[in-house]
């Protein structure tokens, strides 16, 4: 089992999820090239859920509605963004299939 850490920025995560549903595009890019230029690859992450607005709920408490469906009108574009401004590859093709 190889264990891949998401992309966090010594100051804050900007892996996906939450983390991209809250900050500015230009937060999240800004981190990206901080760990490229490291040669650190940014492991980024979304749930399925998050591109689609949808699953909205009133049930949970308002913190945990805020956590789970703030920016879900935006993760499509965030994802489109990063995807024609970056290159990204597999995990597999980052960690190689020699690694332990």
Not at 7 to 21: C, E, L, N, S
Not at 34 to 48: E, M, Q
Request: charged share 25%; net charge negative; proline share 9%.
């Amino acid at each position: 089992m190889v264990e891949v850490p998401v992309a966090v920025h010594p100051r804050f995560k900007i892996a996906g999820g939450f983390y991209a549903r809250l900050l500015p595009k230009r937060v999240i890019e800004w981190g990206v090239n901080a760990l490229n230029s490291r040669d650190v690859p940014a492991v980024l992450y979304f749930h399925p859920w998050e591109f689609s607005p949808d699953v909205r709920s009133a049930d949970p408490p308002i913190h945990a509605r805020f956590i789970s469906y703030h920016g879900l009108d935006r993760t499509e574009g965030m994802l489109d963004r990063l995807l024609s401004k970056y290159h990204f590859g597999t995990v597999e093709e980052v960690v190689g299939t020699d690694s332990p």
